[in-house]
């Protein structure tokens, strides 16, 4: 199936993406999704939403993958310019990463190589969306702004199958002061 580049944007940032009948199917990320409920179909140069799983708004869909309501819709049949934010995402130095952890009470503790020496750019944390504590690497910032988070125990599960997660800087924030981070790390990675 051919995608407009209007589709093409936000299939880019859904996982789970596979075509179904006349659209496509995807896991919603308004919701922890283990398997695609998310249905979006192009319809007259607009894109339609619906998550079967459970009835997510359009507005949360969209603002999980960083897009505005209005970014689903082409004007004139002509796809809308990229999407943008209101000034330019936050971006941290890497190394500023853990001091952001550690400013917000989270424990984070550094990932080892084999030899024995700290990676520069990952560190351990607890994962976000594990309820047992589970460790889990975080990254430095990608270019849109947004770190990485990637779990074993969330891909083993099926939670997420590529076990990795995309959080931006203020989610981050949000995520450690509703202190779904804060629990200690116990387990060795």
């Known amino acids: 199936m051919i995608a407009s580049p209007l589709a093409e944007r936000l299939l880019s940032r859904l996982h789970g993406v596979r075509t179904?009948?006349?659209g496509w199917l995807a896991c919603c990320p308004a919701h922890d999704d283990r398997h695609p409920s998310?249905?979006?179909?192009e319809v007259d140069g607009k894109l339609l939403l619906y998550c079967r799983s459970r009835h997510c708004e359009a507005e949360a869909i969209m603002r999980a993958v960083g897009f505005r309501l209005s970014d689903l819709f082409a004007e004139d049949g002509r796809p809308?310019?990229?999407a943008r934010r209101s000034g330019r995402p936050l971006v941290i130095p890497e190394g500023d990463i853990p001091k952001l952890?550690?400013?917000l009470d989270v424990s984070?503790?550094?990932?080892?190589?084999?030899?024995?020496a700290p990676y520069t750019d990952c560190w351990?944390?607890?994962?976000?969306h594990c309820e047992e504590p589970a460790p889990a690497r975080i990254s430095t910032?990608?270019?849109d702004g947004e770190i990485g988070v990637s779990c074993v125990l969330c891909q083993a599960s099926?939670?997420?199958p590529s076990g990795f997660w995309r959080f931006t800087i203020p989610e981050i924030i949000r995520l450690a002061r509703d202190g779904r981070f804060a629990r200690k790390v116990g387990v060795a990675a």
């Open 141 to 143: 910032t990608s270019v």
């Open 38 to 41: 998310l249905s979006i179909r």
């Open 158 to 160: 099926k939670r997420r």
């Open 80 to 82: 809308r310019p990229e």
């Open 20 to 22: 179904s009948g006349d």
């Open 101 to 103: 952890l550690t400013a």
């Open 108 to 116: 984070v503790r550094p990932l080892h190589a084999f030899d024995g």
């Open 124 to 128: 351990i944390v607890q994962c976000p």
